[in-house]
């Protein structure tokens, strides 16, 4: 497994870029990731978690987390260019 490296790193490396905030942008990933809990408390509500399911719960929760940090991103003004 990599090492965990700080962000400043992949500022440098060219990988996040600095830009202007984009709330509106940001705001529109924290409604769509607070749709996402509902449907994930909905659907764990009706249907217990099993051996054979339980990756789908975590893929949704995956989801979640991925979007806030996204809209933190937004709201901090970076973008990723991926690696």
Known sequence: MKP???F???VKKGIMRKKTPDFSRA???IEEAE???NFLTEISNKIEMSDENANYFIENVYDIVMELIRA???MDGFKSSGE
Request: hydrophobic share 40%; charged share 40%.
């Open 27 to 29: 705001s529109s990933l």
């Open 35 to 37: 749709r996402r809990k």
């Open 8 to 10: 400043n790193e992949f």
């Open 4 to 6: 965990l490296r700080m």
């Open 72 to 74: 933190k991103l937004f």
